[in-house]
């Protein structure tokens, strides 16, 4: 079975401009996640989607970050306008229900200068 | 609230000796305890969970709730087992992972 896609698979950009990220999770997974991996750090989780549906996105900055899951099956992040602070691996991972193992993508590094 | 910890960033072995990677959380209630490794170049991918009470490629990993911890063992290191370990928590009917900030493991020849 394919795995989880994702792209670009690296992006470099100057703060304040903006990048979106893509995912597309294993057939038939109902549950995504978006996470942002810091350098030296583990991942932390963005946002939680169930079908199209936004389960927790309690540490998603949504000043800046927003997602999307229209069509209950890809997905799309975006950061706009993005912080120096915004430099790290963002990974998706999505699981056939909530509580099921989660599978994860690559991941996109982004580096923002 | 939901924490974990993994003392070391660093922890280097050689192959044929045992190997513990130290995990210790925080959290109130029953959790759920997972380690997720990330070899080079691959995927982060779940390695073992403590409701399983599993072996999987040698490592072990027993919950000690008196202790908080959630160790990660192996007798005898492979050099394939260098990799990028964390340990990972669910809270009691939670969805969400807290992960902790990893461990890198070189096993030397």
């Known amino acids: 079975e394919a795995g989880v896609a994702q792209s670009p698979r690296y992006k470099i950009i100057e703060k304040r401009q903006s990048v979106a990220f893509w995912c597309n999770p294993i057939s038939g997974h109902a549950t995504l996640y978006w996470y942002q991996q810091i350098l030296g750090q583990g991942p932390k989780l963005l946002i939680q989607?169930?079908?199209?549906?936004?389960?927790?996105d309690s540490q998603l900055p949504k000043d800046r970050f927003s997602a999307e899951r229209l069509k209950g099956v890809d997905s799309t992040l975006k950061i706009q306008p993005a912080k120096l602070e915004d430099s790290a691996v963002y990974l998706c991972a999505s699981s056939l229900e909530p509580l099921k193992e989660q599978y994860f993508g690559p991941g996109t590094r982004l580096t923002v200068t | 609230a939901q924490r974990v910890t993994q003392p070391e960033k660093l922890l280097s072995v050689f192959k044929g000796a045992p190997v513990e990677l130290k995990c210790n959380y925080s959290y109130s209630g029953s959790p759920e305890l997972f380690w997720y490794v990330q070899y080079s170049r691959q995927r982060l991918q779940l390695l073992l969970r403590?409701?399983s009470r599993e072996s999987i490629k040698g490592f072990t990993a027993d919950l000690n709730k008196g202790e908080t911890s959630f160790h990660l063992k192996k007798p005898f290191a492979q050099e394939e087992d260098s990799a990028m370990y964390y340990c990972a928590l669910k809270g009691a009917g939670a969805q969400k992972l807290v992960f902790g900030q990893g461990t890198r493991l070189t096993i030397n020849p």
């Open positions: 989607f169930q079908n199209n549906g936004v389960v927790d």
């Open positions: 403590h409701i």
